[in-house]
């Protein structure tokens, strides 16, 4: 089982950038499906995207469609998210997720992960 740990978090004037970071403790991290979550203050935890190990499919939030990328290395174990044109919604703590050899539909409902990272915070200030 991959242990994941995030990073990149931090503070940013909105319609800026940030990459996150999830770099992943195992050997076989190219077998696991991942995706990003996250969570405001007073909000339910929110999906925001999901990459497919098996075809390197990816799917999004529409809140963050067309402004978030989720990429990964697989030379470096990690998993990035890209996000631009942040806006102060997206104000949040960011978790990174892991289910291996997950294919199924249910990518976005956080109970089908069994490995998360501890967050980073995301502050996007207006």
């Known amino acids: 089982q991959v242990q994941l740990v995030e990073s990149g978090g931090g503070l940013v004037q909105a319609g800026g950038s940030l990459r996150l970071s999830c770099a992943a403790a195992g050997r076989t991290f190219t077998t696991y499906t991942m995706a990003w979550f996250r969570q405001a203050p007073g909000k339910e935890h929110e999906f925001v995207a999901v990459l497919s190990w098996i075809n390197g499919n990816t799917d999004y939030a529409d809140s963050v469609k067309g402004r978030f990328i989720i990429s990964r290395d697989n030379y470096k174990n990690t998993l990035y998210l890209q996000m631009n044109s942040l806006k102060p919604d997206d104000t949040a703590v960011y978790y990174c997720?892991?289910?291996?050899?997950?294919?199924?539909?249910?990518?976005?409902?956080?109970?089908?992960?069994?490995?998360w990272g501890q967050g980073t915070q995301v502050t996007v200030s207006s």
């Open positions: 997720a892991a289910n291996q050899y997950y294919t199924g539909r249910n990518y976005n409902r956080g109970g089908i992960y069994d490995t």
